[in-house]
């Protein structure tokens, strides 16, 4: 029965997103040819680098959080002629909770700047520094602190989104399904915002760590830093799946199917929560892609377009 149901989400969602305004483009049959398109440089990608636009202003380096371990900073980009009470979207970086850069989505906070959004990326303390729950509490923080000084920056703290890649995801949506926990209630700076969020986009971010795949990671084990049979508790506790509520924001997810790094059938998992208690949740299946997909430009542009449309019903309506 598993596989079955697995079998009908995908048939589902396939079908869904050939009912899309925009199609997904075309994958690849594995992931040998994927690799080997790659080797040869036959996948057109996105320039992670690119430069700031005349237009947009940016606030580098804004410290929001002292820990032991470091300083915690904040960016934040937004067009020059920005009028006040602008929507916020807020991006956290992957790289299995052990390394990454609050710039490494510089792509969309640039891109989303000059769609006429606040755009803000934030750092936070890798496993190696502090284990979990600090990088949760640390984004929490970072989203109070904005929220905090909304005004100073031209923000809107009523209408703010969240977006995370890989384990940035998953830290994302911890974030945006623990409201009412106990999450960074005692470790942010002063002030009285709440870390809720209007709306959450998830590419490839695992939602269960209690899986068998999921404890069988060196990833998963060092981010928690416990092994799963002394503490189940604590998998759980770090598990997004766990703290789905019909209070939960509207979510969009992204996945590939060829995703070798977060199995489909986490985010499978997680739709089927989401459905149950009645949280709009856009699913986005495509056929052939790997994890990271969206630094191919076919995807990048895809992603970009479901995510106007996202933002424009849950952030500007």
């Known amino acids: 029965m598993k596989y079955k149901y697995i079998i009908l989400i995908i048939s589902f969602s396939i079908i869904q997103a050939e009912e899309r305004d925009m199609k997904p483009p075309r994958g690849y049959l594995n992931n040998t040819f994927l690799k080997w398109s790659a080797m040869f440089g036959w996948i057109d990608l996105v320039n992670t680098k690119p430069e700031i ?19 915690l900073f904040l960016d934040i980009y937004h067009k020059k002629d920005i009028v006040d009470s602008t929507p916020l979207i807020i991006f956290v970086h992957g790289g299995s909770w052990t390394k990454g850069d609050k710039k490494d989505y510089l792509i969309y906070l640039l891109s989303y ?10 750092s936070y303390r890798f496993a190696q520094e502090d284990k979990f729950p600090a990088a949760v509490e640390d984004i929490i923080c970072g989203i109070k602190w904005l929220k905090n000084h909304s005004v100073e920056y031209g923000i809107d703290s009523n209408r703010v989104a969240i977006v995370g890649g890989s384990a940035g995801a998953h830290l ?45 990671r060196k990833e998963t084990n060092f981010f928690v830093g416990v092994d799963y049979l002394s503490q189940p508790e604590k998998y759980r506790n770090a598990s997004p799946i766990n703290y789905v509520s019909k209070d939960d924001p509207p979510t969009m997810t992204f996945i590939g199917t060829l995703d070798e790094l ?23 299946i495509l056929k052939g892609w790997p994890h990271t997909m969206d630094a191919a430009k076919p995807v990048n542009t895809y992603t970009q377009h479901y995510m106007d449309k996202f933002f424009n019903k849950y952030l500007r309506d």
């Open 172 to 216: 994302a949506l911890m974030a945006a399904y623990t409201m009412g926990n106990t999450f960074g209630k005692e470790n942010c700076d002063s002030g009285s915002a709440s870390h809720r969020v209007d709306a959450v986009v998830n590419f490839y971010g695992p939602s269960d760590l209690t899986t068998d795949y999921a404890i069988s």
């Open 262 to 284: 977060v199995p489909l059938n986490q985010t499978n998992i997680l739709d089927h929560s989401l459905k149950n208690v009645n949280v709009y949740h856009d699913y986005h």
């Open 53 to 71: 636009p005349k237009n947009i202003k940016v606030l580098s380096d804004l410290k929001f959080k002292e820990t032991e371990q470091r300083s």
């Open 113 to 122: 700047a000059e769609k006429g959004y606040v755009t803000a990326s934030l």
